[in-house]
């Protein structure tokens, strides 16, 4: 199948209002356009300098959301390439986003990413300390937080994960519930090529597809 196959058989599967994002790493600038032309608007990029290759090449033709771990020392060319960064999970990170966009004037919408099973070796912030960090963050001139992000547990089966989402979808809910200003919970990105069912039943309205849109990855 193609990746056009691919798109259409997603895209029929599930509700108009939910976004695909391309997961697009180690894809090549081909295979992204390929995606666009199909119907994708957003691109999710993990690496900044993989990125900044494709971005190079067909950057306008579609939105960019950074959805990788961003290390400190790379977001200073994160913020000129991306039109969202899902992945925001500490202040440190917050304030060098600040820094970096309010040298270029620009306001850079944003995801709090959830480690909502609370892994050490995840990245997120940890649930309970997620409205402390969007209470800070909303003080920020230049960051704009959108809602929420979680890549939940990678576990085989879907269903295990579903109470992963079901608990972001609540930590979504209460915190819209408390009006913080500045701050709009609109977008709740979860689910991948396994999980997007779930996730979705569970109240994701972004979803970030790799493997079921490109095919498999190749091992680098
Ligand atoms: C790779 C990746 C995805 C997509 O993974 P697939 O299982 O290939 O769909 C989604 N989100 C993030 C953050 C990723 O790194």
């Not at 701050?183 to 997007?196: A, P, R, Y």
Request: aromatic share 6%; proline share 4%.
């Amino acid at each position: 199948m193609s990746i056009k196959e691919r798109y259409q058989k997603i895209r029929r599967e599930i509700p108009e209002y939910v976004t695909i994002v391309a997961a697009a790493k180690t894809r090549t600038a081909k295979e992204i356009l390929e995606a666009i032309e199909a119907g994708i608007e957003i691109i999710g990029e993990n690496y900044v300098q993989e990125a900044e290759k494709v971005w190079r090449e067909i950057g306008g033709r579609a939105k960019w959301h950074f959805i990788g771990h961003l290390q400190r020392n790379k977001v200073k060319k994160a913020v000129k390439i991306f039109d969202m960064i899902q992945t925001v999970d500490s202040l440190q990170l917050a304030e060098e986003i600040e820094k970096r966009c309010s040298q270029i004037d620009k306001i850079m919408p944003i995801l709090i990413e959830i480690n909502i099973a609370k892994e050490e070796t995840k990245t997120g912030v940890n649930p309970e300390e997620a409205k402390k960090l969007i209470r800070a963050i909303s003080a920020f001139s230049h960051l704009k937080i959108k809602g929420l992000m979680t890549m939940g547990p990678q576990l085989g089966n879907p269903e295990e994960a579903r109470p992963y989402f079901t608990a972001t979808r609540k930590i979504f809910q209460d915190i819209k519930r408390k009006k913080i200003p500045h701050v709009d919970m609109e977008i709740l990105s979860m689910g991948m090529s396994n999980s997007f069912r779930v996730a979705i039943e569970e109240g994701a309205n972004m979803v970030r597809l790799g493997t079921v849109l490109f095919g498999p990855r190749e091992e680098k």
